[in-house]
């Protein structure tokens, strides 16, 4: 009369295994985090991407050299 724990588990589908998937998400949103809480791990991050960012070293003397013509 009443159905077998078998039969009732065959009817039903099966769940699908996402551990990858879930995984995977865990570990972009974690990184996510991890680089607006740090600013030394984003800079970092974008120096990679991007590459270093160039400094300029702007002294008097280079200016008032490049303004003048040579005498000639």
């Given at each position: 009369?009443g ?7 065959e ?30 791990l ?31």
């Amino acid at each position: 009369m009443g159905k077998r724990k078998k039969d009732v588990e065959e009817v039903k589908p099966k769940k699908k295994k996402r551990r990858l998937r879930k995984l995977f998400f865990l570990a972009i949103v974690g990184g996510g985090v991890a680089l607006a809480r740090s600013e030394s791990l984003r800079s970092t991050v974008l120096d990679k991407l991007f590459g270093a960012e160039k400094e300029f070293n702007y002294s008097e003397s280079a200016g008032a050299d490049a303004g003048t013509t040579p005498d000639a």
